[in-house]
């Protein structure tokens, strides 16, 4: 099994940053991409950022493109998110996913690993 910590949330004016942090342990051996979705109050879960396992190949939600930027650390068990001016419908619970398989999904449905959620609140 692998499990999934997130950490680095907050409350942050808007035009602030953040910087999410998405920790595996356990049987890290079988990830291979680690993305990050979110969910608004009252809305779908939807799709942030993907990265492969080799950290190579990313791919972003439309409206984050040119603020959100994920990255892995060497070990490629960790997994960062690193957002800059945000905006009040960035806020949401962002969580982390793996899976063990390349697919650079954007859907939920693919990914087999969640950690629990960090709270993104952007104030106006």
């Known amino acids: 099994q692998v499990q999934l910590v997130e950490f680095g949330g907050g409350l942050v004016q808007a035009g602030g940053s953040l910087r999410l942090s998405c920790t595996a342990s356990g049987r890290t051996v079988k990830i291979q991409d680690m993305a990050w979705f979110r969910q608004a109050p009252g809305k779908e879960r939807e799709f942030v950022a993907v990265i492969s396992w080799s950290g190579s190949t990313t791919e972003y939600e439309d409206s984050v493109k040119g603020r959100f930027t994920i990255s892995k650390d060497s070990a490629k068990t960790t997994a960062f998110l690193q957002m800059n001016s945000l905006k009040p419908e960035d806020t949401g619970l962002y969580s982390c996913?793996?899976?063990?398989?390349?697919?650079?999904?954007?859907?939920?449905?693919?990914?087999?690993?969640w950690g629990q959620g960090t709270q993104v609140t952007v104030s106006s």
């Open positions: 996913a793996a899976n063990e398989y390349y697919s650079l999904s954007s859907r939920a449905s693919a990914y087999r690993y």
